[in-house]
């Protein structure tokens, strides 16, 4: 393990020295990259350090005992052995993780797209339910979550709502959260008590920088509307929000949380940037899913991923039969243990891919 991790320090070195260089500077999308990679790579410094402190520290309390000379330095030397052997496979275990290859889009921003499904009306509030979890979790991880284009649902909740989060590492812990959610539960509309089972899509994207997909302005048809929604007569009154159709696909991009259009105008086009973007992502997310036969994937959005079951007070992930009955705690945002399951899964088939040994 060693001698990987002073091949990685090597291009650590590398790295500091070329983000400090005036043309690296100067090119951006060059910069962020490698911005990018000096963090990730700082974190795998910090896990050497403490690696070669460990060792050393074993090394010397094996010279003590050998020794013997002194019964208090030997007792001594015995418990900060002991320490470090306890700790030194955790750790090693924590840096394989960390050497394994990470998707180049994990660190973006994203945007999240959550459409009530089958169920009607308790549909639509399941979906706010959704809407309400991951603005929730979002607070928890100090990432700022903002609703761009929403449709209301007529009985509460949303039929379809966007939301734009921006924080560190987004997409790359959101990813698995895309497919269909099911809740199963008694609807407030229901008079007798019978459980209805309803659903609703979630869908994630990367967030889409301009050097990572170029859209043509002569392929969007740009339409203005009125806003609808809180915010004032001017926001209902004014042509503020901005429709785009990407006509060569199909896809639409709106935004109305500003009131300025032109404002509106960019958010829509990032969104619509970042929809083309996920759209060639998602097909070869599916095709190395299927080359891994991986259990988690963010490529196939028809799939049936979690249940919420509230007369059980369960919540089941079907993608790695894990089940935890702790549904309220979950509803108000804690998915923490969920999203770590999913990524621990995705980077054990990963380290299994590479067939790296330390």
């Not at 990730?40 to 520290?57: P, Q």
């Not at 203005?224 to 199909?250: D, E, I, K, M, W």
């Not at 919420?308 to 089941?316: A, D, E, K, L």
């Not at 923490?336 to 899964?345: A, P, R, T």
């Amino acid at each position: 393990m060693l001698d990987r991790l002073q091949i990685i320090k090597q291009r650590f070195d590398e790295v500091s020295d070329l983000i400090i260089q005036p043309d690296i500077i100067s090119d951006q999308k060059r910069y962020i990259q490698l911005n990018k990679e000096y963090k990730d790579l700082r974190i795998l410094m910090d896990k050497r350090s403490e690696y070669l402190e460990l060792t050393a520290n074993i090394n010397e309390a094996e010279e003590i005992i050998a020794e013997g000379s002194d019964a208090e330095m030997v007792e001594m030397a015995k418990m900060q052995q002991e320490e470090a052997k306890e700790r030194l496979p955790k750790l090693e275990e924590e840096i394989k993780f960390l050497l394994v290859p990470k998707d180049p889009e994990d660190a973006k921003n994203a945007v999240m797209e959550i459409r009530a499904g089958t169920g009607g009306d308790e549909a639509s509030i399941f979906a706010g339910d959704l809407l309400r979890m991951y603005t929730k979790y979002c607070e928890s991880r100090g990432w700022k979550a903002n609703i761009i284009d929403f449709s209301e649902g007529t009985s509460g909740g949303f039929k379809e709502v966007h939301i734009e989060i921006e924080g560190e590492d987004v997409y790359g812990t959101l990813k698995f959260e895309a497919g269909v959610h099911r809740v199963q539960r008694v609807p407030q509309t229901e008079t007798q008590g019978r459980v209805h089972t309803s659903a609703a899509t979630v869908m994630v994207f990367p967030e889409a920088e301009d050097f990572d997909i170029e859209v043509n302005p002569k392929d969007v048809r740009v339409d203005f509307f009125c806003s609808s929604g809180p915010g004032g007569q001017s926001v209902n009154t004014t042509y503020s929000a901005v429709r785009l159709t990407h006509v060569p696909t199909g896809i639409v991009a709106q935004c109305q949380d500003q009131k300025s259009q032109h404002k509106n105008k960019e958010k829509a086009f990032k969104v619509l940037r970042s929809r083309l973007y996920d759209l060639e992502l998602a097909k070869k997310q599916a095709e190395d899913a299927l080359k891994r036969g991986s259990m988690v994937t963010s490529g196939d959005r028809s799939a049936k991923i979690r249940t919420y079951n509230y007369s059980q007070g369960r919540v089941t992930d079907h993608r790695i039969n894990l089940t935890l009955y702790n549904l309220g705690n979950i509803m108000n945002g804690d998915i923490q243990e969920i999203v770590d399951e999913l990524q621990l899964v995705s980077n054990t088939e990963k380290l299994k891919e590479t067939g790296e040994t330390f």
